[in-house]
């Protein structure tokens, strides 16, 4: 069995940094890319950032510039550099990664549970 877990997230002042980690577990072959959504209340669940096993980045327009996406392959972990928070980035992030299990040959789709990060005014 496989789970992601999240940490980091909490309540910060606009113009401040947090810094959220997830964690991959279990029986795993491998990860591909590994992702950080986020959704307000009332609003969909959005992709904020994207990194694939070889580095590659990329973001979304309105984190670009202020967040960065980095992973440990050697750890099955991977974390968000949140700076310069707005109110508007405020939501529950969730880490997503496709992950490869013993007796797979195809990535299935894992979340984690969920981290709340609100930015006040």
């Known amino acids: 069995q496989v789970q992601l877990v999240e940490s980091g997230g909490g309540l910060v002042q606009a113009g401040g940094s947090l810094r959220l980690s997830c964690a991959a577990s279990?029986?795993?072959?491998?990860?591909?890319?590994m992702d950080w959504y986020r959704q307000a209340p009332g609003k969909q669940r959005d992709l904020v950032a994207t990194?694939?096993?070889?580095?590659?980045?990329n973001y979304a327009d309105s984190v670009k510039g202020r967040f960065t996406i980095s992973r440990d392959n050697a750890k099955n972990t991977v974390n968000l550099q949140m700076n310069s928070l707005k109110p508007e980035d405020t939501a529950v992030y969730y880490c997503?990664?496709?992950?490869?299990?013993?007796?797979?040959?195809?990535?299935?789709?894992?979340w984690g549970q969920g981290t709340q990060v609100t930015v006040s005014s």
């Open positions: 279990g029986s795993i072959i491998s990860i591909k890319s």
């Open positions: 997503n990664a496709q992950i490869i299990v013993p007796g797979r040959s195809y990535a299935s789709n894992y």
């Open positions: 990194i694939t096993s070889g580095g590659s980045t």
